[in-house]
């Protein structure tokens, strides 16, 4: 038998992505954030999740897509990291699935250089190609921007 | 014994836990020995644990229970030394012995004191054994004070746990600021009874429970008598460090957040400040230096001092210092005072040890310090005197997690302001926001007879830019006066709610960076609200800053006073080398205009300001010149009106001092706005040349006074007569 793997899928823009549920803590619909004037681009505001602050990261900023209209409600799909919790705001949520790991590859080249680095590969599905996110680039935003002078 | 020293409640509650864990392994290391009497490492093992709590009797002075394990000692070195056998009336002598000792324990436990028994009969019993003879006497049961109970106090709590303990107050008092807006709402007694009931014990729960965080300081000072004889040994110093009350409490997160930056500054007390003993003769001093750690309560803070007897802060050393890394002009040091002065050490980068030790002093330095602190919502400043000492002092919110903080509203969006860096509320309305002047670029206050300088949080916060209508605010203007380490500014907010308590939660990574913020808190809808930091503030509006105003600090109060009746507000700015003094009160705006601004009107330079043309006039134009020799080399190649003309190629922004009379206004132009003083003005001289009413020495430099009606007046005429 193959090995599998299970991922909690959303599209943003045209792509199907998904990360592996153990760092899915759960999915919110829209939720009404507090802006956080001079944030990285990216960063689109503040969710009180039951009492702790989580930061809202846009991934259609991470993944290299134009500016979320204003009036679109993005989903949540809050995550686990090593350094706390985050929220990705997503266009829609999609299934959970179990890819067989077999089908994993490198991500292909003919993804932006932005969304590729935020990569960590892609299943080949029967109905399409699934890219597995990496948590680990895709909550990195901010930290690379180095303090602001003051 | 409470009354010995720092930290000895402290010493004697770990003695309980500690002695308690020993006694709970002698029981069982006791009878595992009666039962296999020749395994020579359980017998190390009792004899390690007796000698233990013997040796810790001792250092306590508990004199009656030392002379009990002593006895217990003496027997199993006998044991040990294979000289006694092992037998049952042995055992049952040391765990009676284990008993009476544990009974003390609870004694201690709960009086801070050894018992008042004697073991006499106890210790003959254990004696006698000890010398091989056997039980003949009747042994006197220990007697248990059953009333004294258990030692409770000394539950061990994982710290993980207590810190989930607080989050969940945190929750709950969340909830509790939501029912109580709610019962606002609806007018039931019932209801409103039941909130105030559930403030109530919230508000108990919460103390309680940020009791169980919170720690005496002397745990984290136990390590430094350590670490200064060492220190001080391998430099070849003899250093004393005094302790002074070790007992203040503050949140163990906090603790945990100032161990690395006060051990840092102890270390620099005694490799930086500290002579050397020969040095120390030389200066009259004793041979020992002394470092004093000083904690204490002081309103709702702690504040904690490391004060040296050293050679103090060399101010020469820093500003020459300054000026080779760059952070200041020798022109600006000089205008600075001597605790101003002193503040530089808190650079990046600002070392000022002549030679790199291997103790500190490798550039990271007190800057560090100060953003440690700083994270903390702590502020750090250093005083000193050169060959007296130096006093570090750092103050520290007692805790972190819940704070009272002042809502304000700004673009629809609430923000919290702590309590703490708050100074005080001033709303200006109608035509008192006129008095909103503007000193080089920075709008400035004037609060009781101070200039206080004036951020909008919109443009902190990069909503708007100066160049950009505000808006609509003639509905008045609210000022919340913050304080930045002991910098006071004013910060403009669209409105002023409540003040909360507000639990402080941490900004997720992509955030931390941010210094306006000092985190985020969740508000009584639920929505979340972020906690503004008055220093980060401060610093991304440069209040701080070297140019500009710079009020109303500490550091300018501590100067010599000078006398208050004849003062006054004095504008100072230059121009072609020159310091000229204008009198602020008749000074009716400063502004700043970029030279794209510019515009010309026949030869006369004019901008649109106001709704209004507003004629400008550079001062140099009105000053007869004073020499025909100029001083310096790039004046030397450029007159007045080149140089002028240069500073306006250079893409430079014009400061400019509007100046009205008989409703007609001018603006002139001058090459730096400097500072605005209070002084009396001592007029050395009489007029020196035409322009200047005569001359007065302002902050140590000689200044010429501008006429300001006759500037007045030739200002009309310039560009009109003077062809260019």
């Known amino acids: 038998m193959t090995e599998s793997i299970q991922l909690c899928t959303f599209f943003v823009g045209d792509l199907h992505c998904g990360l592996a549920v153990q760092h899915v803590q759960e999915i919110l619909r829209h939720q009404e954030l507090t802006p956080v004037p001079l944030a990285p681009r990216g960063v689109t505001g503040l969710l009180n999740l039951r009492g702790e602050v989580v930061t809202g990261i846009d991934l259609r900023y991470v993944l290299d897509f134009d500016q979320r209209r204003e009036n679109d409600e993005p989903s949540n799909v809050i995550i686990r990291t090593s350094e706390g919790v985050v929220s990705l705001l997503v266009d829609t949520i999609g299934d959970v699935l179990d890819v067989p790991a077999s089908t994993f590859e490198p991500p292909p080249r003919t993804l932006s250089a932005r969304a590729r680095s935020q990569v960590r590969g892609v299943f080949k599905l029967p109905l399409g190609l699934l890219l597995e996110l990496d948590i680990d680039r895709i909550t990195e935003i901010g930290s690379a921007q180095e303090a602001r002078p003051n | 014994m409470a009354s010995e020293g720092p930290g000895l409640d402290e010493v004697v509650r770990e003695f309980v836990i500690e002695g308690t864990e020993a006694l709970d392994q002698l029981d069982v290391d006791l009878v595992r020995l009666e039962r296999e009497p020749s395994d020579a490492a359980l017998v190390a093992s009792v004899f390690r644990h007796v000698h233990t709590i013997k040796g810790s009797c001792g250092w306590l002075k508990f004199e009656r229970l030392e002379a009990l394990t002593h006895a217990a000692e003496t027997l199993m070195s006998r044991v040990r030394a294979r000289e006694l056998a092992i037998t049952a009336p042995v055992i049952t002598a040391l765990l009676r012995l284990v008993d009476a000792v544990r009974a003390a324990l609870e004694h201690v436990a709960v009086h801070g004191t050894e018992p008042p028994e004697s073991y006499t009969e106890l210790i003959a019993h254990v004696e006698m054994l000890a010398r091989g003879e056997v039980d003949g006497g009747a042994l006197l049961a220990v007697e248990h004070d059953e009333s004294l109970g258990h030692a409770e106090g000394s539950v061990r709590v994982d710290v993980a746990l207590l810190d989930d303990l607080v989050n969940k107050v945190g929750e709950l008092v969340l909830v509790r600021n939501q029912l109580i807006q709610l019962a606002a709402l609806h007018n039931d007694s019932a209801l409103s009874a039941r909130s105030q009931k559930l403030n109530l014990v919230t508000s108990e729960l919460q103390e309680r429970i940020m009791k169980t965080r919170m720690q005496p300081i002397g745990n984290l000072w136990k390590k430094f008598p350590r670490l200064v004889r060492d220190l001080a040994t391998a430099l070849g110093k003899t250093v004393r460090v005094t302790f002074d009350g070790a007992d203040t409490e503050l949140d163990r997160t906090l603790i945990e957040a100032v161990r690395d930056p006060l051990t840092h500054v102890v270390r620099n007390a005694i490799d930086h400040g500290i002579e050397s003993p020969t040095e120390r003769r030389r200066a009259g001093k004793t041979d020992a230096g002394t470092v004093s750690l000083r904690a204490f309560h002081q309103a709702g803070q702690v504040v904690i001092e490391v004060k040296d007897d050293g050679a103090g802060i060399d101010l020469e050393r820093i500003r020459q210092r300054a000026i080779e890394i760059g952070i200041s002009s020798a022109e600006r040091l000089r205008q600075l005072g001597p605790r101003e002065v002193q503040e530089l050490i808190f650079f990046p980068g600002f070392s000022t040890t002549k030679e790199v030790t291997n103790v500190s002093g490798r550039g990271v330095g007190m800057d560090v310090v100060k953003t440690n602190i700083e994270k903390v919502g702590g502020v750090i400043d250093v005083s000193g005197e050169a060959g007296v000492g130096t006093t570090v002092r750092m103050k520290i919110p007692l805790t972190l997690a819940i704070i009272p903080a002042l809502i304000v509203t700004n673009r629809g969006q609430r923000y919290a302001i702590p ?59 609210n000022i919340a006066v913050l304080d930045a380490e002991g910098q006071h500014f004013g910060m403009v907010v669209d409105g002023i709610q409540d003040t909360e308590e507000i639990v402080v939660k941490p900004l997720g990574k992509a955030l931390k960076n941010l210094a306006t913020y000092a985190g985020a808190t969740i508000m009584g809808d639920g929505k979340v609200a972020l906690i ?193």
């Not at chain 2, 609060?447 to 949080?457: C, E, H, N």
């Not at chain 2, 500009?548 to 004095?570: F, K, L, N, S």
Request: hydrophobic share 40%.
């Open chain 2, 532 to 724: 503004l930091d008055a220093a980060g503030i401060a610093a991304s509006a440069k209040i701080a800053a070297e140019d500009g105003v710079t009020h109303a600090t500490p550091a300018a109060q501590a100067e010599p006073a000078t006398p208050a009746q004849a003062t006054r507000p004095i504008l100072l700015v230059s121009v072609n080398e020159s310091r000229l003094a204008l009198p602020l009160d008749e000074v009716d705006r400063l502004e700043e205009f970029a030279t794209t601004d510019l515009e010309y009107v026949g030869t006369r330079k004019c901008v649109q300001y106001r709704g209004a043309i507003l004629r400008l006039v550079h001062v140099a134009e009105l000053l007869e010149e004073r020499r025909s020799l100029p001083r310096t080399p790039e004046a030397d190649s450029a007159g007045p009106e080149r140089r002028w003309a240069a500073d306006l190629h250079a893409d430079e922004r014009l400061q400019v001092v509007v100046q009205s009379n008989a409703g007609r206004r001018v603006g002139l132009i001058v090459d730096r706005i400097l500072d605005t003083v209070d002084e009396t003005l001592q007029v050395r001289d009489e007029e020196t040349r035409r322009g200047v009413t005569g001359t007065a020495v302002i902050r140590g430099r000689i200044t010429e006074l501008l006429d300001m009606n006759a500037a007045f007046a030739k200002a009309q005429e310039v560009g009109t007569d003077a062809a260019e």
């Open chain 2, 419 to 477: 309590q703490a860096s708050l100074v005080e509320l001033i709303r200006l309305e109608g035509k008192s926001v006129q008095a909103v002047e503007s000193a080089y670029g920075v709008p400035v206050y004037r609060s009781r007879g101070k200039l206080l300088p004036l951020v909008y949080l919109s443009q902190v916060l990069g909503l708007w830019s100066p160049g950009q209508s505000r808006g609509s605010d003639d509905s008045g203007l």
